[in-house]
């Protein structure tokens, strides 16, 4: 579906182009708007093709797998960087954030439309809640390490293990229901 849609788009937009270069002086609506039509058809079928593929079983089960692994990774390693926080230099923190969270943080932000679907808006609400406070505390950390702010470094790190430790355990409630 999504590749007849795709065909659609190109088809009505090649057709629209050509048709209102065909006549310098007059363009020819009817068709120009059967064109367009033709193009808004095909965007429909694209966007209910990508909606079906999310809504798909397996794709959801994967993505909430991914959403759970991902968080654990990263409530493991702001709870160690907590803990080692009095051995790592202050400007040297944005530098461990960058390696150990990037790649989990991408992974949670592509898979966590999953959760609505299955869990509902609420539980998405609830979970997002507490993973956007984790990442908005991880940003302050990492700009307070380039600024060489210690103490701030030091708060920010036990409020961001707090928020991901609850966006973890909200996660873990749901899929054990």
Request: with cysteine; net charge negative.
């Amino acid at each position: 579906m999504k590749k007849a849609g795709y065909l659609m788009i190109v088809i009505g937009f090649i057709a629209g182009a050509l048709l209102s270069v065909v006549d310098e002086l007059e363009v020819q609506w009817g068709f120009f708007v059967c064109a367009l039509i033709v193009g808004a058809i095909g965007v429909v079928l694209v966007q209910s093709g990508k909606r079906q593929h999310t809504k798909s079983e397996e794709k959801l089960t994967s993505n909430i797998q991914n959403i759970q692994a991902s968080l654990s990774r990263i409530a493991e390693n702001i709870t160690q960087l907590n803990t080692a926080k009095g051995s790592i230099n202050t400007y040297d923190m944005r530098g461990r954030i960058d390696e150990l969270f990037g790649d989990d943080l991408a992974v949670f932000v592509q898979a966590r439309e999953s959760i609505s679907h299955l869990y509902g808006l609420q539980a998405y609400a609830d979970i997002m809640s507490y993973f956007a406070s984790g990442e908005r505390y991880l940003n302050r950390i990492w700009s307070a390490s380039a600024d060489g702010y210690i103490d701030e470094v030091n708060i920010y790190l036990d409020k961001a293990q707090q928020q991901f430790a609850d966006a973890l355990a909200k996660v873990r409630r749901l899929t054990t229901q």
